[in-house]
């Protein structure tokens, strides 16, 4: 089974400066699907940005931008000129190819920003 | 537009004691998940709906839960009875269809549940 690790449980950064997230996991398969979501306090959970693992160039998403690194099953998030709405938490999920696939998360980080 | 709509959004109650969740998809999303996110982790699949047929339930505990989706729309969750341990966030998300990898799931705002 796959598993998805974060081990960062907390994260702070300064308004306007920049913080990488990190995320590693674990599997056998060649093809996937990488994604961060993030959980505002109280708040739904959105998508933030996505990765397919056969695509070698890293996904970017306005301030949000991964490091996919394959070999090293490494998936971060750099999230540049940081906000006060970037504060939340921010999880690091697994979907394999098949049409049952399903998500597999992590157990997320919780990324605070102070002025 | 409406996203997920979950109620009740809290709930108390005490062990033993029965317990519903509801949940309304996005409009025209054929796919729609029940999540349990225990504190500080992330959500597990409990089950997922195409249309409506069950097709992953297998994290779903059977003997204390259950799910439906009647008319392929919106659906309930329900435990009975309810343990202490069932203390959680219910999150229900939706999509349209589940099988491409690249539907974006929305997720709606949960019920937080507290078991006495």
């Known amino acids: 089974a796959q598993t998805v690790t974060q081990s960062q449980p907390e994260m702070s950064v300064q308004e306007a400066e920049t913080v990488t997230l990190s995320c590693t996991y674990d599997t056998s398969e060649s093809d996937y699907y990488l994604f961060w979501y993030k959980q505002p306090p109280s708040r739904q959970m959105i998508l933030v940005i996505r990765?397919?693992?056969?695509?070698?160039q890293n996904a970017t998403e306005n301030r949000f931008s991964v490091n996919f690194q394959k070999a090293a099953k490494s998936f971060s998030l750099k999230i540049s000129d940081s906000q006060l709405g970037d504060a939340a938490m921010y999880f690091c999920?697994?979907?394999?190819?098949?049409?049952?696939?399903?998500?597999?998360f992590g157990t997320g980080t919780r990324l605070q920003v102070t002025l | 537009e409406a996203g997920v709509v979950q109620s009740p959004r809290y709930k108390i109650i005490e062990k033993k004691q029965p317990v519903a969740f509801w949940c309304n998809p996005i409009s025209g999303h054929n796919t729609l998940y029940w999540y349990l996110q225990n504190l500080g982790q992330g959500p597990e699949l409990l089950i997922r709906y195409e249309n409506e047929e069950a097709v992953d339930d297998s994290q779903l505990p059977k003997d204390r839960f259950s799910a439906e989706r009647l008319k392929g729309v919106d659906s309930t969750l329900k435990i009975q009875p309810a343990e202490l341990g069932d203390s959680a966030v219910y999150l229900c998300?939706?999509?349209?269809?589940?099988?491409?990898?690249?539907?974006?799931?929305?997720f709606g705002p949960g019920t937080r549940l507290t078991v006495l």
């Open positions: 999920a697994y979907r394999s190819t098949g049409t049952a696939s399903k998500l597999t």
């Open positions: 990765q397919e693992a056969y695509k070698q």
């Open positions: 998300a939706s999509s349209l269809d589940g099988r491409r990898w690249d539907n974006e799931q929305f």
